[in-house]
């Protein structure tokens, strides 16, 4: 009776990863990448939808059970993880300034996600129906998961008349537009969910180091380390998405331990779902998949040969294949490089780079650095587990996470830590690094235990105080993108000057949009004059232009756009701004008058 109940899960496991197979080759096969992604900014945020959906009951299906797990864990641990999150918090809220730090991808998330928390109208005054052949209903159901180009809020309700679908995942954006659902657009309540993130986090970490170590200590060492990376905390004030994907790798990976240590088919439900969701935030986050792969062959290996384990890889793949077709339609998209995107052309260069970031001291302390070797090398002691151990398949599969999310960004053409703003790709292997340096810790104390009583409270204190000298670091806001910075700053104070019923020219409408205004790109006047020419008539507010961080940068063809509006229209100058040799100014245009 076993084996046959095995034999249909298989069967039904297979029969629905074939039908997901085809239907995946059909859509890809049938559709350019351009009607792909069309398609995908309705069809992405209604299947992360189902996900999110399922992974919250999943959670509560299993509380019991999770709880069943650190049942184990002493009051005094639960009160010294209570203290460290709400502390690291406090650093992150009032010592991290709360600012964007990679422009202009964190409007371009933030656009995306007010895009789907309320935009169910498109194409009104464009003449262009996006989506028109998906289902009304799924129309009703949700909004669309692209940037708006050109957009209006006219009495409550929010339009856009032209969409673009952005390359990067879907999964923040679809977090952000839970909040302003909840909150409303306020640009501020995704910092609060940013930081909430972090806090997360330190506790993913923690429950982590436990399930894999069988220690609280470790766990707890672990978290300490996590929440006083400097890095981390400095990005977990911001809006960006690193911070949000290192957290669901995290929690992917607590929900494989969470499975393979009850074996509980709700377990696996939970593993399910939340490793499709974590899947979706960055293009590499698909790599989690490897991790929680190695983590159940190594703790669970007997769980392979059941049909149910199968069922659940089907369903995994059925969730995810909406990503599986955006990763396709985007392959093709330009990422700021003229030549190959990955290479290992740059593997010399971006290896000694971000190697040395761990060990120079300056942007990460080096302490941290030298417990995570100690990880590495030095084994638990009797009593930890049932006799003494090496935690060698522990250490293995949290080595092989870091060197995946690591690693990676050695052969990209954009992986240096050194790379304008792109050391936030180290919060990626932030966790994993922490989780190894926290067992470092614990094993270092364990050494001097017998000399010294008190060695693990004075090893915390070593932590805290190689912490302390970083403080002034986190909290600079430092010159790299200062521009662009200063062009978000002051266009915040000329959306101001724009009354309700106006319209801002802009390389960036995002922004604007984002706080209440109509905006569109500053291309329309050049590209498409006749139909630029209608706003005169439609905007009753006037038309305005942000003479922006694009009109300055050498860049003949964006400065182009710029001037254009200045030379084809008369204009007035509202607001001028000026940062070193770049100019911020905000102009009201209209026709030029008629020479007789």
């Known amino acids: 009776m076993k084996r046959l109940l095995q034999m249909k899960l298989y069967l039904a496991g297979g029969l629905i990863a074939l039908t997901g197979a085809i239907v995946l080759y059909r859509w890809i096969s049938s559709n350019s990448s351009w009607k792909l992604q069309e398609q995908l900014q309705i069809i992405s945020p209604l299947f992360l939808e189902i996900c999110f959906f399922l992974m919250i009951l999943a959670v509560g299906i299993n509380f019991r059970l999770i709880k069943g797990l650190f049942s184990g864990v002493p009051r005094t641990i639960w009160l010294f993880l209570a203290a460290i999150t709400v502390g690291g918090l406090l650093i992150t809220v009032f010592a991290a300034p709360r600012d964007h730090r990679?422009?202009?991808?964190?409007?371009?998330?933030?656009?995306?996600?007010?895009?789907?928390?309320?935009?169910?109208?498109?194409?009104?005054?464009?003449?262009?129906?996006?989506?028109?052949?998906?289902?009304?209903?799924?129309?009703?159901?949700?909004?669309?998961?692209?940037?708006?180009?050109?957009?209006?809020?006219?009495?409550?309700?929010?339009?856009?008349?032209?969409?673009?679908?952005?390359?990067?995942?879907?999964?923040?954006?679809?977090?952000?537009?839970?909040?302003?659902?909840?909150?409303?657009?306020?640009?501020?309540?995704?910092?609060?969910?940013?930081?909430?993130?972090?806090?997360?986090?330190?506790?993913?970490?923690?429950?982590?180091?436990?399930?894999?170590?069988?220690?609280?200590?470790?766990?707890?060492?672990?978290?300490?380390?996590?929440?006083?990376?400097?890095?981390?905390?400095?990005?977990?004030?911001?809006?960006?998405?690193?911070?949000?994907?290192?957290?669901?790798?995290?929690?992917?990976?607590?929900?494989?331990?969470?499975?393979?240590?009850?074996?509980?088919?709700?377990?696996?439900?939970?593993?399910?779902?939340?490793?499709?969701?974590?899947?979706?935030?960055?293009?590499?986050?698909?790599?989690?998949?490897?991790?929680?792969?190695?983590?159940?062959?190594?703790?669970?290996?007997?769980?392979?040969?059941?049909?149910?384990?199968?069922?659940?890889?089907?369903?995994?793949?059925?969730?995810?294949?909406?990503?599986?077709?955006?990763?396709?339609?985007?392959?093709?998209?330009?990422?700021?490089?003229?030549?190959?995107?990955?290479?290992?052309?740059?593997?010399?260069?971006?290896?000694?780079?971000?190697?040395?970031?761990?060990?120079?001291?300056?942007?990460?302390?080096?302490?941290?650095?030298?417990?995570?070797?100690?990880?590495?090398?030095?084994?638990?002691?009797?009593?930890?587990?049932?006799?003494?151990?090496?935690?060698?398949?522990?250490?293995?599969?949290?080595?092989?996470?870091?060197?995946?999310?690591?690693?990676?960004?050695?052969?990209?053409?954009?992986?240096?830590?050194?790379?304008?703003?792109?050391?936030?790709?180290?919060?990626?292997?932030?966790m994993p690094l922490a989780l190894l340096a926290g067992s470092g810790s614990v094993s270092l104390a364990q050494l001097f235990n017998r000399r010294l009583r008190h060695m693990q409270f004075l090893v915390a204190l070593v932590i805290i105080f190689s912490f302390i000298p970083f403080l002034p670091f986190v909290k600079a806001i430092t010159q790299e993108a200062w521009g662009a910075r200063y062009d978000h700053h002051y266009a915040r104070e000329m959306a101001k000057e724009v009354p309700d019923n106006g319209i801002v020219l802009t390389h960036n409408p995002n922004m604007f949009l984002l706080w209440g205004k109509n905006a569109a790109q500053a291309s329309l006047a050049t590209e498409q004059t006749s139909y630029f020419n209608r706003f005169f008539n439609r905007y009753p507010g006037g038309i305005y232009f942000h003479y922006n961080f694009w009109c300055n940068v050498p860049d003949k063809l964006q400065n182009s756009f710029c001037k254009n509006i200045l030379e084809r229209y008369d204009s007035m100058l509202i607001k001028s701004y000026k940062e070193r040799d770049y100019t911020y100014e905000l102009y009201r245009i209209e026709k030029k008058q008629q020479q007789n």
């Open 102 to 430: 990679i422009y202009y991808d964190e409007d371009i998330y933030l656009s995306i996600g007010q895009n789907i928390a309320y935009l169910k109208n498109t194409g009104a005054h464009a003449g262009e129906d996006y989506g028109s052949s998906l289902s009304s209903i799924w129309k009703r159901w949700t909004g669309r998961a692209a940037m708006c180009n050109e957009g209006r809020h006219e009495y409550g309700d929010f339009f856009c008349d032209r969409l673009e679908y952005n390359k990067e995942p879907n999964g923040w954006p679809y977090l952000i537009s839970i909040v302003f659902r909840l909150a409303g657009v306020h640009e501020n309540a995704i910092f609060w969910m940013t930081n909430i993130l972090y806090a997360l986090s330190i506790v993913t970490a923690f429950g982590i180091a436990y399930l894999l170590f069988h220690c609280p200590y470790r766990g707890l060492f672990a978290a300490l380390i996590f929440a006083l990376t400097p890095e981390y905390i400095m990005w977990s004030n911001t809006t960006a998405v690193e911070p949000s994907a290192a957290c669901f790798a995290g929690l992917a990976l607590l929900s494989a331990l969470i499975y393979v240590r009850s074996r509980a088919g709700t377990a696996l439900f939970l593993l399910t779902v939340t490793a499709a969701f974590a899947c979706q935030f960055r293009p590499e986050s698909i790599m989690c998949l490897a991790v929680i792969g190695l983590a159940v062959l190594f703790f669970a290996g007997e769980e392979l040969k059941r049909g149910r384990f199968y069922l659940a890889l089907s369903l995994l793949f059925i969730l995810i294949i909406p990503h599986l077709v955006h990763l396709y339609a985007v392959k093709d998209m330009g990422w700021g490089s003229s030549g190959p995107k990955f290479s290992f052309d740059f593997l010399q260069g971006n290896l000694k780079t971000n190697a040395l970031f761990y060990l120079k001291n300056v942007r990460f302390p080096v302490m941290f650095t030298v417990l995570f070797f100690l990880g590495l090398l030095l084994g638990g002691r009797e009593g930890e587990r049932n006799g003494k151990t090496f935690h060698l398949y522990e250490k293995t599969v949290v080595l092989f996470w870091f060197l995946l999310f690591w690693g990676i960004f050695i052969l990209f053409y954009a992986g240096s830590y050194d790379y304008g703003a792109d050391v936030r790709f180290a919060l990626l292997s932030s």
